[in-house]
């Protein structure tokens, strides 16, 4: 219980015993003394909202303004400007519009420093026109009303606007101080705009702000932004005291930049002279040890993490699934998975999300259906996410059910939306569902751009409509992308068009110059019509221009190792197994009606190494691999940098039903689910 006081206290001894308290932070006791007074003057309501407001009780703080108000007190400048700050960290837009209404009511609005301090509370509500109309009002504007005006744009994503405003201050006559740069310093990191950067920095040298340590710390991220690493070390290495963001900030540039020794060599310092880690630190490091293929180092950091204390977040967990799509990752994401469930963060939307994506990636579509089933509240990106996953398993129909449904829910679709689900209708031959997708986009408020057209031009490609998707490109608003003549040229190699061929791949000379895949493709297209001259030419032309083939490659993971064969590998020590195996399994696949397509060997040159035989391909050595080390399992699951050979398409198939297995091959276009002798793509992909 607080003592109550006695009553009739004289009016400046309540003032003093509520200043005591305020000032040592009892606020329950200054509240308690607050509402024995029977008539609170100004300065007592002062006294008290400015004590709530440093002690970060802001809504208590403008609470209390309302009741003063209530009361018709007339507020004075220091009470609106205590209000204001409360109003600035709680980013409370519509009170913060009330109380510049105030401040212009009760003729405070010329005070420089109440001024300054609605300008700073505009630019945390994200008001910039606010912002601005308070500060172009102020008869006299100091080095901090400039710094609350820059700090308001940068705030607010409008970095440029903010160094204009940093460059207007100097016109003006007003020097910007330590604080300013370092305010503004963001907006050259934001943009990458390195001369801007090295203009501050001259500025900063020349004015003695070189030792600040929020200088120094912006200053080395905004040499780490423009990929300036060395000029970035050297401002960490002068600076006389580092904080643990200057370190971070570096720590990231290295990763970021593919400098992974080097970053490992900085957390192993960082460590070594006792810098106390921050979170950020560990997820830098985890992190960069993802976006460099080290997923093995990034599980060891992030158990080193929780020995140290501290508790993966939702940046960790978001950092980790999306390197977890690669097959290799796979237990990595599961262990991933686990973690989020037991640490109850199944609730945080962006880390469902990149588990659905991750199991989407990896061929685990069913788990993916799953936990975006079990979300409970599911955003324009996780529907996408769904989306695009169906569609990169061929499962077209599903992809148009998602998305009604995505509209049924409320949830407005975006761009993004739309090319998932044109890619969908493109590998299940929906034509026309998709040219119906298409045309209802702009009701959506979403205009077509290239990626949409290229997409439609797919969908009629892919249903043999090649006529049709070539006028379609030819009537494109806007350029044709490489992806619209790919898309055709794709089409023309299964629907033998040579014309047609000819048209898309010499403007994809000129598009994509040095990508193989289009020369090759076009040769090939001539082979197949046993046009040897012009399949000459085309092979000379690349030849003439220095472009070489991607050769194939194919990846299988067993027991936590990833084992990785190309065309023709014999290499590998568990080669002789191999086509053993496949010999055997040839004679099989004869008995049961297979016969290979040699058309193969010629027209998918362009996704392998041309080798002697069909069987030395790169996935079929993967998938006989896997096969001969089963161990129980019933699933296989394959990776292919290219696309797969039609010819191994339909070897699959056999050997999926001879073995009794499900085997999942991902290429470099979508999965393919192979089934007791069929596919999921039913052929066409």
Request: proline share 4%; net charge negative.
């Given at each position: 219980m607080l003592s109550k006081l006695p009553t009739n206290v004289p009016s400046h001894l309540s003032l003093r015993f509520l200043k005591i308290h305020c000032n040592s932070g009892d606020l329950q006791r200054a509240r308690h003394v607050f509402d024995q007074i029977p008539e609170p003057d100004l300065r007592a309501w002062t006294l008290l909202i400015s004590a709530y407001t440093r002690r970060g009780q802001l809504r208590e703080a403008i609470n209390l303004y309302t009741s003063l108000r209530a009361r018709n007190i007339a507020p004075d400048n220091l009470l609106l400007l205590s209000v204001a700050k409360a109003c600035a960290v709680l980013g409370d837009p519509r009170k913060a519009t009330e109380l510049h209404d105030e401040a212009i009511r009760f003729g405070f609005h010329l005070d420089v420093a109440l001024g300054n301090a609605m300008v700073d509370m505009f630019g945390k509500c994200k008001n910039v026109d606010g912002a601005r109309r308070v500060f172009d009002?102020?008869?006299?504007?100091?080095?901090?009303?400039?710094t609350c005006l820059c700090s308001c744009y940068v705030h607010c994503g409008l970095p440029r606007q903010g160094l204009v405003a940093f460059r207007e201050m100097g016109l003006s006559g007003v020097r910007p101080n330590a604080v300013t740069v370092s305010t503004i310093l963001p907006a050259c990191?934001?943009?990458?705009?390195?001369?801007?950067?090295?203009?501050?920095h001259g500025f900063a040298v020349k004015h003695g702000m070189g030792g600040n340590v929020f200088v120094s710390s912006a200053l080395v991220k905004v040499y780490a932004s423009c990929v300036s690493i060395k000029q970035a070390q050297k401002v960490f290495d002068k600076m006389s005291e580092r904080d643990v963001v200057s370190w971070n900030v570096l720590l990231t540039a290295y990763f970021s930049n593919g400098e992974w020794e080097k970053g490992m060599a900085l957390f192993c310092r960082m460590r070594n002279e006792g810098v106390r880690l921050d979170g950020a630190s560990w997820n830098a490091v985890i992190g960069g040890c993802l976006n460099n293929g080290e997923t093995e180092q990034a599980l060891k950091m992030l158990g080193k993490m929780q020995e140290s204390g501290f508790k993966p977040n939702q940046i960790t967990v978001t950092s980790l699934l999306p390197a977890c799509k690669d097959l290799e990752s796979l237990r990595a994401g599961k262990e991933v998975h686990s973690y989020i469930f037991r640490n109850c963060l199944m609730d945080d939307l962006a880390s469902t999300t990149a588990l659905v994506f991750m199991y989407a990636k990896c061929g685990e579509l069913e788990l993916s259906r799953r936990v975006f089933n079990m979300m409970p509240k599911k955003d324009t990106v996780a529907w996408n996410t769904m989306i695009i996953g169906n569609s990169m398993h061929g499962n077209g129909g599903e992809a148009l059910l998602l998305y009604r449904n995505m509209l049924e829910s409320g949830v407005k679709p975006n761009s993004v939306t739309y090319t998932g689900v044109l890619c969908g209708c493109s590998h299940s031959r929906l034509v026309d569902e998709g040219i119906k997708v298409f045309d209802s986009m702009r009701d959506h408020l979403v205009e077509p751009d290239a990626d949409h057209y290229s997409c439609l031009v797919d969908v009629l490609s892919r249903a043999g409509r090649v006529e049709e998707a070539y006028q379609f490109i030819q009537r494109m608003p806007m350029e044709?992308?490489?992806?619209?003549?790919?898309?055709?040229?794709?089409?023309?190699?299964?629907?033998r068009n040579v014309e047609l061929a000819k048209i898309a791949a010499n403007r994809l000379f000129e598009i994509e110059p040095d990508n193989p895949g289009n020369y090759v493709l076009l040769s090939n297209i001539f082979v197949t019509a046993k046009r040897w001259e012009e399949a000459s030419e085309t092979r000379k032309l690349m030849r003439d221009r220095g472009v070489t083939k991607t050769p194939g490659c194919s990846w299988v993971q067993l027991r936590n190792r990833v084992y990785s064969f190309v065309a023709g590998d014999r290499s590998n020590e568990h080669s002789e197994k191999i086509y053993k195996f496949l010999e055997g399994m040839g004679e099989k696949m004869r008995l049961a009606g297979f016969v290979p397509n040699t058309d193969f060997v010629l027209q998918d040159v362009d996704q392998e190494e041309k080798v002697g035989t069909l069987c030395n391909h790169s996935e079929k050595?993967?998938?006989?691999?896997?096969?001969?080390?089963?161990?129980?399992?019933?699933t296989i699951r394959v990776f292919k940098n290219l696309r797969i050979c039609g010819d191994c398409h339909n070897a699959i198939k056999y050997m999926a039903k001879i073995v009794g297995v499900r085997i999942i091959v991902r290429d470099s276009l979508r999965f393919h689910h192979f089934d007791d002798g069929d596919c999921s793509c039913g052929d066409f992909w």
């Open positions: 009002e102020m008869p006299v504007k100091d080095v901090i009303s400039w990191s934001e943009l990458r705009d390195l001369n801007s950067g090295r203009e501050i044709p992308t490489a992806g619209a003549w790919g898309a055709l040229l794709g089409a023309c190699r299964v629907h050595l993967a998938v006989a691999f896997a096969i001969l080390n089963l161990n129980g399992e019933s």
